[in-house]
């Protein structure tokens, strides 16, 4: 199924729609097929607007067996159109998904429009003659159902048959039974009767530009490299597999002809131990991981702060705490990201906004590690990560300029180099291994300022606790003011999300707003420092309210901060936040509270 | 193999001095502040007398520590150096050694710092042999927590932290580089200079991860842990590649193979110099290293072999890493390549 | 010196003193003598009153040598009396800690009452019969300098006599060289006509009962063990030594009599790992260390989140960030208490507020973690584990129960065994290992509430996830209203600390009232959950200042939960608050913002 | 000696099972969830047969794993278990056997759980020698996550996170293991039931820690690792205290010591069966152990001894530690002499 979802999602890209993916894997490695918890499944949304979600309720439903129709059939809208195989609705199948009776026949399907047939059976019969065996012949049923939906949506069938030309290059077999299988589908489609309608999708008015898909792991790998690239660096990736973050190890592992070096740790303290070496080595030192491997990174990551070196965190969140749902999404982390380490260690946090925005939020991610020497911590999560949608691929000779500035001299009057002297931003010197003249030493212990050199002076101390809290607060000068979408100005209400909310939280603006009502919305990308008109974006509105994926952790930053009263709505469900829900709350809360 | 081609040292890649370099061009302007009688002095002073003689530029030298007493050590040293965290040295050493071959990476460690905290750590860099060199000083104790017994303390050690002494069985850090697949192993002793220069040098010129444990005397805290060795007619047993093992006054004892296989200890006279087995620090295979490693007596250590027990050579983690990778082009074309990259195949316009 | 001030202090407590200990050790093991690093000192305040800290100021400094001198005349107040070993006060020794002009002859010292004389002479002088060797000799120095205090503050000799004589009881020797000094020492105060002045400082008014001096980590290692005795479990203890938490260590490895359990692991996450087993195996699992080795446990405490097992976390707080100044104190790991876990990891935090508190709320962590199931987290800091004051000695028979109430029967209608049932508290029922029946398994990952079964369900990670915040709330019912210090009611300043920072503020509040002025005080003792009645007493007055050793961390807490503009008062020296300056900002405000 | 006492089993301590148990008393009603074919099921069916026959009670077991496919077993045994945290699984297990040596502990792990992650602390454990039984799944690769190389994996391993082949050198986990100091090291296959019982039986009963590596295949992402070792005239060298190392077709070949001392394979019929050493797992020093674990490649794995390469014993750190305790009086005695503690010697009254 995820073959073929990736592949209808290239349809509805080559046609120019706007579109949001999200692949859901099961918890198991292979759960046995034909269990729910076996379900795999792929949703997607495109259309002729901004698509800003991969949906909640969906139009289409195809299952491809009992297991598939149970695990999926309550995010069917009513009304929606269920394609189903029924070629393994058997009472043995039924039963052990927990149906007692058949689904298809016992009406409890009535409100939906249900295309039932034997489609395991028609993609056996379409490529009866190309010598599979029956395993295989089976498989090209997912082509089957490929075939038969760009038929259903009126896509040329040739973006497909490409793909598999390029794919079966080598297995002529394979290549020609896929082949036979789009078509049958697409002829079954047409011939069939089955179905009265077909869609035409126009393209949705999208800014001129080349674009591919991407997901958020993959956006934020090319993100990444694209920083250390301007800078000069190599790039360095020190990480322990973890869902959902494994993903950036492995696309990073295969840049291998981008000089990026990758190390898989032994765990996940090693993993961001070397990158803080590579960082020492002049070069940029990355780490990625999901929760429980941030709180393992939490003291090197204070050593970072003492060291004041460039260092990426990303923490790719997922559902907690402890171990918790890894395959589930969450933004439990923001609380661990901003405190999560003895002392008081302030350091920069960015949260990407979608799939594609990975790239933007990774790079400058990149741009403030480097120009601050500081550790800065990459927020994104497991629907970010794993759900993909179009990107205007960025000109990286258009991207901002991004300058290591290694000292290459000594800094004294003396003829000494100090590592702990600092430029306007408050940023230190940073001379690396190999330059003649500026050998010296980083640690741990607190530093006398300028030189470098231990000091338990209190006065000391105290100076450089808040210096390094000010030097994270120039760091505002990277940080653009929120800009707050508010079409006509009227909007009494803001709606304020941060990372992945913010995609959820536009497309419910726009049901809102096609009820008649007007409402403000706005996405946070940087978590520290904020925004620098924040507090007056939060003054501005009768009533604010933070949707986020926990229980409530920007919401207290924000209270804390400006002292203002804003409401949290929260979900901790594993799942990415209800457009349709958190659109009919906004319009109750509109209609009652507002009044 | 029909050429003899000699293998890659620890320090190739790394540039040569220009000039001359001495003693004091690595003696830093810190304050050594160790407690009077300290083992790590005798350490520091030899090595900053060894690092000249390497020939390699002193700003290629970085020096990575964790915390202990002994990991003081980088801040003593006028090259580039960090003072981590407890225990993680090797990673961060990792990190270094695998961006930067031009770099000669020392880590400098304690035998709580390595072997309790940082034990992951260390056998990781051992089994990968990453092309950096350990240090490890043991003073069987907690220095600068104040005294706790360490995971090489002999069981039944009365500390604060075991008033009525300690019950864990100790670490041989030996063997248990051995069993890691460390591809050099040494054990040298902080006053021994001259030894500790010879088996520092091997260690550093050793392509890979290089393990050199150093008995080191902590006289506030585990005070003469090694005067029984240090003896005149003490048990340090001499490791020599290619020479008889015998060890005692007048190398009268010698390291026999007993009829089961094992390793033991017997007068020379008794038993004849030809039953004396002769050392293959270069053997493929650890057996024997492992088996000389048995003869430390973990207890109150009157019997411990020194010198270089393993000394092999194998691809290093860090050089394969690197061959992995295709040569990055020059700025601009590195951005165009990236740009072709990130752009992709199946791209769309609107 | 440490043992002179040891041994002073009890001469105040047995005077029926009030007082307050502060031991300062060197950063280094033993740097050397007669360097500025090498200085170790000790700080007594004792009082015919209350006494809350050490004092910033002192009214004595005895200065055994130029580095001594040195490092501490800073702190003795003007007027004040110093006396001065001048034995060693040659040019090489003054110049090694840069003293260019004795400052005993070079007028410096003018504003003090300087008493310098060679008292290393006198001591030697005073055992030259008693066969020491030079270097015994001149170690009863500190115990001559002891005699002399003794006089100086009209104390009777015997009690120093006979604790040396405990001290000594077999090696006769160095006892009759020990008690020799300390009577030459009295005897020199009274007949060398240096001193125009004794002292009597009369008894504090103290409530009746039983005292002994204690230091945090001992009250805390005791009250530990209390809790654990009082609810019928063996204390286990898994720590890894760091400064300053190594004492909590061994003190309890020397409590094998009272059945104690220490494990000395490999490291913090061993150590954390050992007591979740213990108490999985039904004892009560404890772990103490400092803020580096908080984030290494981080992973394991969320996993006793999810577990929902007591556990108790001693986290004696150090100078950060990093490795920071382990030698000196901070409170900058609150938010690290509070949020340093991946997910939404709700636990009850609470803070000692003195050395001799650190037993009751070690007792009370022991009490909510047994009876509700949970980690706790109990925050101390190196200033009050290393300092000293009178306990009244606890009845136990008078401390609350503790009732761990072991599951001993199935809990299901049909015979079996849920672990995850709850009580009133929303604890869950707490099966241990041998109990026949009641066999179950726990783990990291979402749980369905009840049976305990793996479970994915959205609705269930969302119930469960606002459960465990629900459990956390409702330990409330141990918490008590905080009391507020508001003498006459007329206070429209509230000055609220958490934790070590109550003393000075105490201390300070009596100097602020003794200026003619009106201040409340209160001091929060947990801060998760906090107290019911807190939000209404941060209302009541119209400014409130939260002083802290950190960069403002309770203040955020308290400005989110209640949208009160507290102000933040944040000293990060690695020192205690000195209660001096707090009391002339105190005036300040009161003179200045609330005229 | 004068008198022959048997040691404490690993099981001492551990009270008996009233009536009989059945296998069918140990399978929980969770249902398993591994793929089809995984090697874990094997194992699980065996472990579900065996501890019913060790004789002691049901709730007197625990099973604790860290996490990873294999550290899903404890959900299907109805004992009590945990299923806790990414390789810390030996950490918590000696909590739980210091506190209450009335359970049988064990410990269930995987490779990259035990060996990456986790390796710091299964060597500590080892090293310690608490009583508890350590049954490392060694799939040689990382499962749940899908498919990455782990420490055990051969050089070369092409996965996700090494798509032009791993650089690493893998652990020999048997090495590891001696060289830690481990008291009772094993090796066992998933799919041999019968010698899996016996290895595991000996582990438990070993009073100590003892780990036992079991092969197991993954036939999604490593399938057929251990093929060449299962197919009938394969490399599986079976060990056995007292017998010849023999092994092959016939027992057609044996393991010799070579002159320079260390181990080789031979055929017996070439060599002659008196030259094949004799297998001696309870010798005091781990040397044979260690040089019999080399004879594993560990590469793509032809050959491999199994069996109990070393069974000796050694004092239990829990019993040791348990043994510096005093009883522990009855709570009222107990809270009296707390009080006389806490009052301490020098108080004074107001
Ligand atoms: C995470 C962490 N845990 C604990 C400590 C405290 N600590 C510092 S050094 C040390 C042990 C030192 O022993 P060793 O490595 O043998 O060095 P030595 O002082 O003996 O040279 C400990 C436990 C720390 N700094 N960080
Ligand atoms: C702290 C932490 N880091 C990483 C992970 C992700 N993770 C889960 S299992 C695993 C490795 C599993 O490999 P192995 O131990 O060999 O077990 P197998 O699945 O092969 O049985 C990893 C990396 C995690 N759960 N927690
Ligand atoms: S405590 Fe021991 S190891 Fe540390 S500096 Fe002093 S003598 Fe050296
Ligand atoms: S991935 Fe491999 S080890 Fe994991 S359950 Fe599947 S077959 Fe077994
Ligand atoms: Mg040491
Ligand atoms: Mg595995």
């Known amino acids: 199924m995820q073959l073929t979802g990736d592949r209808f999602t290239h349809d509805a890209a080559a046609a120019g729609n706007d579109f949001s993916t999200l692949p859901n894997f099961p918890a198991e490695i292979r759960a046995p097929v034909g269990t729910l918890a076996g379900v795999s499944s792929f949703q997607l949304q495109f259309a002729a607007h901004h698509v800003h979600t991969p949906g909640d309720q969906v139009d289409v439903l195809v299952a491809m067996n009992p297991a598939a129709l149970k695990a999926n059939i309550a995010d069917l809208r009513s009304g929606g159109v269920l394609i189903v195989d029924n070629a393994d609705f058997t009472a043995r199948n039924l039963a052990k998904v927990g149906y007692t009776e058949d689904p298809l026949t016992d009406g409890s399907l009535n409100a939906i429009q249900v295309h039932a047939f034997d489609l395991s059976s028609l993609a056996v019969g379409a490529v009866a003659e190309l010598g599979l065996n029956r395993r295989e012949a089976l498989r090209t049923k997912n082509m089957f159902a490929l075939g038969l939906l760009d038929w259903l949506y009126t896509r040329p069938e040739a973006i497909t048959l490409n793909f598999l030309e390029r794919k079966f290059a080598d297995r002529p077999a394979l290549l020609a039974a896929n082949v036979a299988a789009v078509k049958a589908g697409y002829a079954f489609g047409e011939t069939s009767e089955l179905f009265h309608h077909r869609y035409v999708v126009p393209p949705a008015p999208i800014k001129a530009g080349t674009y591919r898909r991407v997901s958020g792991n993959l956006a934020l790998a090319y993100g990444l490299l694209a920083g250390a690239a301007k800078a000069g660096l190599q790039l360095f990736l020190g990480a322990y597999p973890i869902t959902p973050a494994s993903d950036v190890l492995h696309h990073l592992a295969r840049l291998k002809s981008s000089g990026v070096l990758t190390f898989q740790a032994e765990d996940e303290i090693a993993a961001v131990g070397a990158a803080v070496g590579a960082s020492f080595a002049g070069q940029l030192g990355v780490t990625a991981t999901s929760g429980p491997g941030m709180a393992l990174k939490a003291e090197t990551i204070g050593l970072a702060v003492m060291l004041e070196l460039p260092l990426i965190v990303c923490d790719i969140q997922r559902a907690g705490p402890s171990t918790g749902m890894p395959t589930k999404t969450e933004q439990g982390d923001l609380n661990q990201a901003l405190f999560g380490r003895p002392g008081e260690a302030p350091l920069p946090v960015i949260a990407a906004q979608s799939p594609a925005d990975c790239f933007a939020a990774a790079y400058e991610a990149a741009r403030i590690a480097i120009e601050f020497r500081t550790p800065v911590i990459l927020l994104s999560d497991g629907f970010l990560a794993n759900s993909s949608e179009p990107w205007q691929v960025p000109q990286l000779s258009e991207l901002p300029e991004i300058h290591p500035n290694f000292a290459t001299e000594p800094n004294r009057p003396d003829g000494r180099y100090w590592p702990y002297l600092r430029d306007e931003r408050l940023a230190r010197s940073w001379a690396i291994p190999g330059t003649p003249g500026l050998e010296h030493r980083v640690g741990g212990l607190e530093k006398a300022d300028g030189s470098g050199g231990i000091s338990y002076d209190p006065a000391n101390h105290e100076a450089m606790t808040r210096l390094r809290q000010a030097k994270l607060e120039r760091v505002i000068e990277f940080v653009p003011d929120l800009p707050v979408d508010d079409p006509d100005g009227s909007a009494e209400l803001l709606v304020l999300g941060w990372g992945s909310t913010y995609g959820p939280i536009q497309a419910a603006a726009r049901q809102v707003r096609e009820a008649g009502h007007a409402v403000a919305i706005a996405g946070l990308r940087h978590l520290n420092p904020l925004p620098a008109n924040l507090g007056e974006v939060l003054r501005r509105y009768r009533k604010v309210i933070v949707p986020e994926l926990n229980l409530g952790q920007l919401t207290m930053l924000l209270r804390a901060r400006y002292l203002v009263d804003v409401t949290s709505y929260t979900k901790v469900a594993g799942l990415p936040l209800s457009q349709a829900e958190l659109a009919a709350d906004l319009i109750s809360i509109i209609k009652e509270d507002l009044r | ?350």
């Open chain 2, 1 to 350: 193999m029909s050429e003899l081609v000699s293998p890659p040292s620890g320090l190739s890649g790394v540039p040569l001095a220009i000039g001359p370099l001495t003693r004091k061009d690595f003696v830093s302007d810190a304050e050594v502040r160790w407690c009077p009688g300290c083992g790590d002095y005798a350490v520091l002073a030899a090595f900053q007398g060894l690092l000249p003689e390497l020939g390699v530029r002193r700003e290629n030298t970085v020096i990575v520590s964790g915390i202990g007493c002994s990991s003081r050590f980088p801040y003593y040293l006028d090259t580039y150096g960090m003072h981590s965290i407890h225990g993680r040295a090797p990673a961060i050493a990792t990190g270094i050694a695998m961006t930067r071959p031009d770099l000669s990476v020392w880590v400098v460690t304690g035998d709580g710092d390595a072997l309790s905290i940082g034990g992951n750590h260390l056998i990781h860099a051992l089994r990968r042999n990453v092309n950096i060199t350990i240090m490890l000083f043991n003073n069987r104790i907690y220095g600068l927590t104040k005294g706790q017994y360490s995971p090489t303390s002999e069981r039944g050690k009365v500390t604060k932290s075991s008033p009525v002494g300690s019950v864990d069985a100790p670490f041989n850090p030996i063997s248990l580089a051995l069993g890691a697949e460390a591809t050099f192993v040494a054990r040298t002793v902080d006053s021994h200079r001259a030894h500790l220069n010879e088996v520092l040098t091997a260690a550093v010129n050793h392509r890979g991860a290089s393990l050199v444990e150093i008995y080191q005397n902590c006289p506030i805290f585990n005070d003469d842990a090694f005067a029984g060795l240090k003896a005149a007619d003490g048990g340090l047993i001499n490791l020599r590649h290619g020479e008889p093992v015998t060890f005692g006054p007048d190398n009268s004892m010698g390291v026999i193979r007993r009829p089961d296989g094992t390793l033991a200890t017997a007068p020379v006279a008794e038993v004849g110099i030809g039953q004396v087995i002769v050392h293959d620090a270069h053997a493929a295979d650890p057996q024997l290293a492992f088996a000389l490693s048995r003869l430390t007596d973990s207890g109150g250590l009157t019997l411990a072999p020194v010198g270089i027990f393993r000394d092999v050579e194998a691809p290093s983690y860090d050089d394969l890493a690197r061959a992995q990778l295709t040569a990055v082009p020059k700025p601009k074309a590195r951005l165009a390549d990236l740009q072709r990259l990130i752009t992709g195949e199946e791209t769309w316009t609107a």
